[in-house]
């Protein structure tokens, strides 16, 4: 069964990084196109970041130039960069592969980031 566990959250000032790690199991990693994903309170969950097997990125309008979407297939890890964050980046952070993300399936807890004035 898949899994996804999500860490590297935290409460940061605005412009500061975090870096966001995600520890897949369950599945053969590599051959995945995997994603982040984030909800903010009172709004819709929302893609931010995918990358293929082969490793090419993309990123939603909002983030790009200030996050990078990152896999390690030797040891299952998907992580994703953020620098100069905004309190609108404020959200709680999931990780997934996007054949779940389709299903609607297979979400973790997720790992909360909160974004200070």
């Known amino acids: 069964q898949a899994r996804f566990v999500e860490s590297g959250g935290g409460l940061v000032q605005a412009g500061g990084s975090l870096r966001l790690s995600c520890a897949a199991s369950g599945i053969n990693f590599k051959i995945y196109t995997m994603g982040w994903y984030r909800q903010a309170p009172g709004k819709q969950r929302e893609l931010v970041a995918t990358i293929s097997s082969a490793g090419s990125a993309s990123y939603v309008d909002s983030v790009k130039g200030r996050v990078t979407i990152s896999r390690d297939n030797a040891w299952n890890r998907l992580y994703l960069q953020m620098n100069s964050l905004l309190p609108e980046d404020t959200a709680v952070y999931y990780c997934?592969?996007?054949?779940?993300?389709?299903?609607?399936?297979?979400w973790g807890r997720g790992t909360q980031v909160t974004v200070s004035s």
């Open positions: 997934n592969a996007d054949t779940f993300f389709r299903r609607g399936t297979n």
